[in-house]
């Protein structure tokens, strides 16, 4: 049982009650997907997004998934990072640790005028992939936990 | 903005790219990116085949239609009715007829979680 991008919008009783919910109806893994708000990629999108909707509520609580778990007597297994994909217009270019990332990860891309597009598919799955758990975990879009029953 | 205005927005730019072979890559390559690389991540720790897979909140269902393709069984649930529509496109867009009794859609429409319509 999983969800994504779900549980973070919920007050901190109501984070509880879900994984409750999901220790009850699971019979072997739950896996919970939130926004690493530490990542500079989810930083820097959030930023976009505010720009562009023009809306800046704050819509992600704080939420700790480990603590969730240990409180629901759910046994924490893994931790992952996910999602590293970024276009130009959502880069922050005042940002060095996200630039120098990206041109690690881009080849010889041009950094200014970049889309992801629908040829990428393949190639960002790759690319992902081949970046070490510590990269994953710094500049990963998602945070996802995945716990035993 | 509420769940199904926010929904609406999304269906429709999807329906731009419909006319495509695989319109998701065209909507949303990074979420197409990063959903196969969570089914696969969960193929890691569970045989998919025939596992049994419920998503809560599963937005557009690409991640069980994913997991679909690799023999699970899945159920996904959203309150939003838009989100439930545009999960039901993914299914008609990515799945085989002989595969659609294997995805389940249904809709939340109650805030206490017991009562569910089911949308398939």
Redesign the interface.
């Known amino acids: 049982?999983?969800?994504?991008?779900?549980i973070e919008h919920f007050l901190p009783e109501g984070q509880l009650a879900?994984l409750k919910?999901?220790k009850i109806?699971?019979?072997?893994?739950v896996?919970i997907?939130i926004p690493d708000y530490n990542s500079p990629i989810f930083k820097s999108f959030l930023n976009y997004f505010y720009r562009v909707?023009k809306?800046n509520t704050k819509e992600h609580l704080e939420i700790n998934v480990l603590n969730l778990f240990k409180k629901t007597g759910i046994s924490f297994?893994?931790k992952?990072g996910?999602?590293i994909?970024?276009s130009s217009k959502e880069i922050n270019f005042k940002d060095p640790t996200l630039l120098q990332f990206l041109s690690k990860i881009l080849d010889s891309k041009d950094l200014k005028n970049f889309t992801?597009?629908?040829?990428?598919?393949?190639w960002?799955?790759k690319k992902?992939?081949s970046l070490s758990k510590q990269d994953r975990d710094i500049f990963g879009?998602?945070d996802?936990y995945?716990g035993k029953v | 903005?509420n769940d199904n205005n926010f929904w609406k927005k999304e269906i429709n730019r999807y329906l731009k790219y419909r006319k495509?072979k695989?319109p998701f890559?065209?909507y949303y390559?990074?979420k197409?990116?990063?959903m196969?690389?969570?089914v696969n991540?969960?193929a890691d720790?569970?045989d998919m085949r025939n596992a049994?897979?419920?998503?809560?909140?599963m937005?557009t269902g690409l991640?069980l239609v994913l997991a679909i393709k690799k023999g699970a069984i899945c159920t996904g649930i959203d309150q939003s009715a838009e989100a439930c529509k545009f999960a039901g496109m993914i299914k008609e867009d990515y799945l085989i007829p002989k595969e659609y009794k294997t995805l389940i859609l249904l809709m939340k429409i109650s805030r206490n979680?017991i009562q569910m319509k089911s949308l398939t």
């Open positions: 049982m999983f969800n994504v991008g779900v879900f919910r999901m109806f699971s019979k072997k893994f896996a997907g909707n809306e297994l893994d992952i996910l999602g994909g970024i992801v597009n629908h040829n990428m598919v393949d960002l799955i992902e992939l879009f998602l996802i995945l | 903005m495509y695989n890559s065209y390559p990074e197409k990116a990063s196969g690389i969570l991540y969960f720790f569970i049994k897979i419920l998503e809560l909140g937005g991640a979680g």
